[in-house]
């Protein structure tokens, strides 16, 4: 494949990233969601074997299985219906089977990743540190969200805990809500 009209056209390389960012920001919504229920199995096994007892058995859950399922329903999200924000779009932000509302927030990790990679590229152009950029955004994004869900961060370095601070004026103390995290 020629990838040199995406050199010499900084108009096309920054759409091509930005949709490569619509997928990065699809597969962000999973992390979102699922690595925090990781981390809380993982915790749950940690304090099981403290405590000299066996640990609890989970359903098996990493970034990749079990595919993604209406919560609601259980209907198995199929491909078509799992493509960045046009599925959605298309389902009128409802599950195909049950109708359950699918939340805003999907799309809009979806179209925020796909701008953020967008302005990287027009900004840097075909570099490598572009890259390095887009994957740091990336990391962003799911680390903000996943604080934003669960302040399961440490405030003093979490993005999502600044916002809280800078938009609800409170000392940090008093936005502290930490679940345990591991050193
Ligand atoms: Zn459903």
Redesign the pocket.
């Known amino acids: 494949m020629d990838l040199s009209i995406l050199q010499s056209s900084p108009l096309l390389l920054a759409l091509a990233v930005g949709v490569l960012g619509l997928v990065v920001g699809s597969f962000l919504n999973v992390v979102i969601h699922r690595l925090p229920l990781m981390m809380q199995a993982e915790w749950r096994a940690d304090c099981a074997e403290l405590e000299g007892r066996e640990p609890p058995v989970e359903p098996r859950l990493n970034l990749l299985t079990p595919r993604s399922r209406?919560p609601?329903?259980g209907?198995r999200i199929r491909w078509y219906e799992n493509i960045p924000l046009f599925s959605w779009l298309a389902l009128r932000g409802r599950?195909s089977?049950?109708g359950?509302a699918i939340g805003l927030r999907y799309p809009l990790v979806e179209v925020g990743t796909g701008l953020l990679f967008a302005a990287i590229a027009w900004r840097l152009g075909p570099q490598p540190v572009a890259l390095l950029w887009c994957g740091a955004a990336a990391v962003l994004v799911a680390l903000t969200l996943i604080d934003w869900d669960t302040t399961v961060l440490p405030d003093s370095r979490s993005p999502a805990a600044r916002i809280h601070r800078c938009t609800t004026d409170l000392p940090a103390s008093r936005t502290s809500r930490r679940q345990p995290t591991r050193g």
């Open positions: 209406c609601a329903c209907h599950c089977a049950c359950t």
